[in-house]
């Protein structure tokens, strides 16, 4: 954070990443992806957002660069929100509602496609995920029915 945006990261960055950077890493080691590039808090182009993390690697069928965008979530238990499909209630947040998990990543996804010359020619090297560590399927399926594609 210091080398990349010429500040030291907060406290609650610090809290965030510890409790979540860790369990990604075990996964991907227990699913034998050990052998790829994790970037944290890799900023977008042009904008002051990051994204949580995108890994980087080679495709296991193609071979070719394949990069993931990860949306790191802690939430426990998330509902849809008034009605709207784009936006979700989580436990904590005082009502105020959030941007869904999925479109976030598929943003982030969309983002990177427009402003990255990599993928203007192969767009199909960029995929897209939310990550719910804390989450177990019954306190989130209800926000299973958003539309998914390789973007989220």
Known sequence: MLFQMSRRSSPA?????????GVLAGDLLDTGLDDVEVLVEHPLPLTSRRVDVILAGRHP???????????????????????????????????????????????????????TRLFHDQPDALAGAAYLHNAVDDRVASIFDYPRDQFG
Do not use: N
Not at 13 to 21: K, P, Q, V
Not at 70 to 95: N, R, T
């Open 13 to 21: 960055e610090a809290r965030s990443w510890d409790a979540s950077l």
């Open 61 to 115: 069928t193609t071979g070719r660069g394949s990069y993931v965008v990860i949306e790191l979530k802690q939430w426990s238990s998330v509902q849809p929100y008034d009605g709207d499909a784009e936006l979700v209630a989580v436990d904590g947040y005082h009502g105020h509602p959030m941007l869904h998990p999925v479109a976030q990543v598929r943003h982030y996804c969309e983002y990177l496609l427009d402003f």
